[in-house]
């Protein structure tokens, strides 16, 4: 992840504003080889922007209603998009819809309701979706098959996610229960309940949960206003983020690894010894980047749980985040449907 | 990262008890697991070669270029590369990131069997249809063939072979480390073969008959032997780096067989952990599991109503693919459990028997609510979480054969009945 090299507390230095959608941003997403941001609309449409020059590359119409949410294939190849009108459709961002083939390459019905969220998989080999319908499919999207219907939620889907090696799904509902599914075997394996910071014993709707980098933990986040960082094989939360708003909205977070190196060179000099290692010392900062309903987006250091700084992003709601592999930018995207990039910097 | 939320239970079953999914393409006449266990090859008897993945069990790409029935296959130890040999009379490396041949390699008649250099996927090694077994080195465009010598080395002392004594190679294999190769004979030798000097530099008999097929366990230490006379033997491998040759000695530790019926076996195979060895049976429906400490009979899987052929263990899942004769499906026993219940509700738990159940003395007292948001808060501690160190997992992780939307995979229908 961290591969920049930033000295001091990070910034986020506003850099371009992308227009075009007509309705709110959803989902704003970077490809894996950082070449492109792609944007899912209310207005049914995804637009890919290069992240060169960006401008707009191209626009990807064909869903007849909103888009909840976007992934890329890991190899940059392909994009999923999640709609209201309840199919997945998998798209060659790059197929330009004047040319012979159709940049639609996919479309996998089987949902009832809207759906929410999906994701690839590390392999790339298959997508799983949640939906309002209350069901978590898992697809093997070459054949537009669904190969498993994981139904234990009461209410809808509002995230989903694969763990780093694929054994692994975690979904958050609605109903205010996270789980964790094999999925080999498509069965529940460990149910984690996020009490209400609140309003005490009542139920706290999950919106968003995902797999941190290395899959140890997961980040939750419910309306409560909390985000939780869980340690989900001993069902403990171990850390917990608040400032940010949110009382109504799944939005989606993302995280920042920065890596700092201490250079050695005015250091005492090395000693003939062999085991003295005099390598450069490096420390990984990680911060998670967590959009808010007040218009900003709230940084917190994921180790300290401090706010580190609050970005003024958008005129309304902030709806998700993202940061590009090399992190060099962060695009934010929300409800007065605009996309908003930010240069990362020390 | 599932396995530590898995039912220890789940975990403990260490052979599968359900035939659970049938997959057809084409005629199956072949079939090769990767190391990583993520993509299964079914060779065709049309030579097609079909490459199943195995987390969605559909096809992940399709290898055309053999005439004829494929004998075997074999996968390099990351995943990029595959051996298939037909009996077209080629071998073909195929690279599956193009999923195209690097190169084609023809005999003198058909290929029986091949097996693939464990640290070089440029060298094989082949047994051929009534001619000498070769060793091949594809490195160079043009591909350097090999011959291998198969009249075992025999004491001095013993006259010398008669002419009738004449024998082929049926069997070969690389032992684990690729640096000898161990072949089996028609007249029940097996010879291990320097790979630096391409000569026999050990023999040993074990039986009198035909080695039909051999397969070596996942350790390398033991292989299992299945030959003409009915009987399956495990035999040890001598220890080749830290011994003399003279000293070794094809031990054969287990014999399985059945005695009653004197059952012909199609071919064996060894579970992935190596305690289990697994044999198709000729001219019946069952595949026979036999344990191989002391060779007792575990189970027998009741195939389909048709005869099974090939067997192939997955590397890290317990599961069977087997192979049947009459219609080339390739059939799949797993391990099924029942869902957990008390994984959805997270304030129970199973208990094996009733539990007179004390209650605490604060355990139903209504908390007042900010009382309890700060007894939440209060349980986390400031502990340094690592979010990015990745741990490195065994296997390591196979190559990824790209997905590719525009291939068309359907099965024709005209193969389907030959």
């Known amino acids: ?346 | 990262m599932n396995l530590s939320l898995l039912d220890p239970f789940a975990l403990a079953q260490d052979y599968p008890n359900t035939l659970s999914t049938t997959l057809k393409w084409g005629h199956s006449s072949a079939l090769r697991f990767n190391h990583q266990g993520t993509y299964l090859a079914s060779g065709t008897i049309d030579g097609t070669i079909v490459i199943f993945d195995f987390d969605t069990n559909g096809v992940i790409t399709i290898l055309k270029g053999h005439t004829r029935t494929i004998q075997s296959l074999c996968w390099s130890q990351d995943g990029r590369y595959l051996l298939s040999s037909s009996r077209d009379w080629k071998s073909i490396l195929w690279d599956l990131k193009s999923c195209k041949p690097v190169r084609t390699v023809r005999f003198d008649g058909p290929v029986w069997g091949a097996d693939l250099n464990p640290n070089n996927p440029l060298q094989f090694i082949v047994s051929l249809y009534e001619d000498t077994p070769k060793m091949v080195d594809v490195t160079e465009d043009v591909p350097r063939l090999m011959t291998l010598p198969t009249q075992p080395l025999r004491p001095t002392t013993t006259a010398a072979p008669a002419k009738a004594d004449k024998q082929l190679t049926l069997v070969v294999l690389f032992n684990k480390s690729g640096d000898y190769i161990i072949t089996g004979t028609s007249r029940g030798w097996l010879n291990v073969i320097s790979v630096e000097t391409l000569e026999i530099i050990h023999s040993g008999r074990i039986t009198t008959s035909n080695i039909k097929n051999m397969k070596l366990s996942a350790t390398g230490r033991k292989v299992v032997i299945n030959s003409s006379d009915r009987i399956i033997r495990q035999v040890r491998i001598p220890d080749f780096h830290n011994s003399n040759p003279s000293e070794w000695e094809f031990e054969v530790q287990v014999k399985f067989q059945d005695v009653v019926n004197r059952l012909q076996w199609n071919s064996v195979s060894f579970s992935t952990s190596g305690d289990y060895v697994l044999a198709s049976t000729f001219e019946g429906h069952d595949v026979y599991m036999w344990e191989t400490e002391m060779g007792s009979l575990i189970k027998i899987f009741e195939g389909p109503k048709e005869e099974m052929v090939e067997i192939a263990w997955h590397p890290t899942k317990v599961l069977l693919a087997v192979t049947g004769l009459d219609t080339g499906s390739i059939y799949i026993w797993t391990s099924k459990l029942p869902q957990k219940w008390s994984a959805l509700a997270p304030d129970f738990a199973e208990v094996e028997e009733n539990i007179e159940y004390m209650e605490q003395e604060d355990e139903f007292d209504i908390i007042d609510e900010d009382v309890m948001v700060q007894r939440l808060l209060d349980e986390e501690n400031d502990e340094i979480v690592d979010i990015i160190t990745i741990e490195q997992t065994k296997p390591s992780e196979a190559f990824i054969i790209p997905v590719d939307l525009d291939l068309r995979d359907e099965c024709p229908e005209s193969d389907e009945d030959i």
């Not at chain 1, 199919?87 to 479309?107: C, E, F």
């Not at chain 1, 980098?213 to 909390?226: A, C």
């Not at chain 1, 690894?257 to 003939?272: I, M």
């Open chain 1, 1 to 346: 992840m961290g591969t920049g090299t930033v000295n001091g507390p990070v910034q986020f230095i506003p850099f371009c504003i992308l227009n075009g959608h007509t309705g709110s941003v959803n989902r704003v997403k970077f490809s894996p080889d950082c070449r492109f941001l792609a944007s899912g609309s209310s207005d049914a449409t995804i637009r890919i922007w290069s992240t060169i020059d960006w401008r707009l590359v191209n626009i990807l119409e064909g869903h007849t209603s909103g888009i909840s949410d976007i992934d890329w294939s890991p190899n940059s190849e392909l994009l999923a998009s999640a709609a209201d009108d309840r199919t997945v459709r998998i798209w060659s961002p790059l197929s330009l819809s004047s040319q012979a083939r159709s940049p639609l390459r996919r479309t996998l019905n089987r949902h009832t309701h809207h759906v929410t969220s999906l994701r690839f998989n590390r392999r790339g080999n298959l997508i799983v979706t949640g939906s309002r319908d209350e069901n978590i499919i898992i697809w093997d999207y070459k054949h537009a098959k669904d190969l498993k219907t994981l139904t234990a939620h009461s209410d809808p889907i509002s995230a989903v996610d694969f763990s780093r090696d694929g054994t692994i799904i975690v979904s958050g509902s609605q109903d205010g229960l996270i789980r964790l599914w094999d999925t080999g075997s498509g069965q529940c394996l460990k149910t984690l309940v996020p009490t209400n910071l609140a309003k005490g014993y009542q139920k706290n709707p999950v919106m968003f949960v995902q797999f941190v980098p290395n899959g140890k933990y997961i980040i939750s986040s419910t309306l409560d206003g909390y985000i939780r960082l869980w340690d989900y094989m001993n069902d403990k939360v171990i850390k917990t983020y608040r400032g940010h708003v949110n009382t109504k909205y799944s939005s989606t977070p993302s995280l920042l690894n920065v890596t700092t190196s201490l250079s050695t060179e005015t250091s005492a000099p090395s000693t003939p010894t062999t085991h003295t290692s005099v390598a450069n010392v490096s420390t990984t900062t990680s911060y998670l980047i967590q959009p808010s309903e007040d218009g900003f987006i709230y940084v917190f250091d994921l180790q300290t749980k401090k706010v580190v700084t609050q970005v003024k992003a958008h005129t309304d709601v902030v709806l998700a985040t993202d940061v590009d592999a090399e992190n060099r930018y962060m695009a934010s995207c929300g409800l007065d449907g605009t996309v908003s990039v930010f240069k990362i910097s020390s």
